[in-house]
């Protein structure tokens, strides 16, 4: 993906607020669809996973090494924030996509096909879902889902794999 | 729904919810706010505790004194305690008694 320039970057690693919202204008988008997926769909789960990501990354902005590319380093510390928040609220994972009035109100959409997804969605782990919506929804490569997730790229070539061939199944079932 | 129709509604998130990012920035304003609140703290319990050890622990100073500059002393402080006005002349003052 694109990177934003390197003098808002220098700027919101100063703590300009104007250059901060640029950099969240910038990044927050694509960091938001992943970590809806993850959570699967609890925006207001989501919603504060992006908080506290943003939090992490405005934080560290200045040990930033550059030794990936930013993007990647963002995905990083929101799949970290994502799989902690999920595992101190796996309890109240319950409370999905029925209670949610942002997918109810667009009408564009197929509730039923939505649910469907969903269901589809729950019956995978946190990773699994971070791994096949980074991947197939924003395209990151398996190079950088490694450094993402601190698994080996082969490894994560065969799980997606496997899990697309899992879904692949679920709609052979029907 | 097939397959195709899963993955395009995979991609399919509604927007993130507006105000996230003032409320992004009042939380790091306040966690801020709390990390220098904790590392005055910290800065002042070290500071009290240095203090505590330097008075409670460090050694007084000592007294004794050269043989040489105590002599000097006692002898000084015999003149100075001198009973009289009488007594302090005689010992310090080369009086004229004829006046």
Do not use: C
């Amino acid at each position: 993906m694109t990177e934003i320039d390197e003098m808002t970057l220098r700027l919101a690693t100063r703590g300009d607020q104007r250059a901060s919202k640029r950099f969240y204008d910038f990044y927050a988008p694509f960091v938001w669809r992943v970590i809806y997926r993850t959570v699967n769909g609890d925006t207001e789960a989501a919603g504060e996973v992006l908080q506290q990501s943003f939090i992490r990354i405005f934080s560290s902005l200045k040990k930033f090494k550059k030794d990936s590319a930013i993007s990647t380093w963002i995905y990083r510390i929101a799949y970290n924030v994502a799989l902690t928040f999920a595992e101190k609220t796996r309890q109240a994972s319950a409370r999905m996509v029925e209670a949610d009035d942002t997918l109810r109100s667009r009408d564009s959409l197929d509730l039923d096909t939505k649910r469907e997804v969903e269901q589809i969605l729950r019956a995978l782990s946190e990773e699994e879902r971070f791994l096949l919506t980074a991947r197939e929804v924003e395209g990151v490569s398996f190079e950088d889902l490694a450094t993402i997730t601190g698994k080996n790229s082969g490894a994560l070539r065969t799980s997606l794999h496997r899990l697309k061939e899992r879904i692949r199944q679920e709609f052979g079932h029907e | 729904m097939n397959e195709n129709r899963f993955y395009a509604e995979l991609a399919n998130v509604p927007e993130a919810p507006a105000g996230l990012y003032d409320r992004i920035r009042i939380r790091r304003a306040r966690l801020q706010v709390r990390l220098r609140a904790l590392w005055s703290l910290a800065a002042t319990l070290v500071i009290a505790a240095g203090l505590w050890v330097y008075t409670a622990y460090l050694p007084a100073p000592s007294a004794s004194v050269p043989t040489e500059i105590a002599d000097e002393l006692t002898e000084m402080r015999d003149y100075l305690n001198a009973e009289t006005l009488d007594d302090e002349l005689s010992m310090y003052v080369l009086a004229d008694e004829s006046r």
